[in-house]
């Protein structure tokens, strides 16, 4: 079971990114799906994530009105669009599954230099 997240990378203040989050080896639409964010010396941060229950979407205030959050089961494929990116933002972001066991990604890093 892999996930594999792409589309990292170094951008300005302002601009925008998106990631992909690729899963194989199963299929992931019964899994509650996220993004996780984590910058030097911080704890790891949820931004972002997909209920399995109901399909909406949950984000925390630093990135509410920014982000989101989309899955295409057919590709097995979670996207995170992050628009109106802050050097905040810099971080290595990872997917995950999850449904009683949660699977990561290995992360992808994140730079928005101001």
């Known amino acids: 079971l892999h996930l594999v997240e792409s589309g990292g990378g170094l951008v300005q203040a302002g601009g925008s990114l998106r990631l992909s989050c690729a899963a194989s080896?199963?299929?992931?639409?019964?899994?509650?799906i996220g993004w996780y964010r984590q910058a030097p010396g911080k704890d790891r941060e949820g931004v972002a994530c997909i209920r399995t229950s109901d399909g909406r979407t949950d984000y925390p205030n630093s990135v509410k009105g920014r982000f989101t959050i989309s899955r295409d089961n057919a590709k097995n494929t979670v996207y995170l669009q992050m628009n109106s990116l802050k050097p905040e933002d810099t971080a290595v972001y990872y997917c995950y599954a999850y449904k009683m066991v949660a699977y990561w990604g290995q992360g992808t890093q994140v730079t928005v230099s101001s």
């Open positions: 080896g199963f299929a992931f639409d019964n899994y509650r």
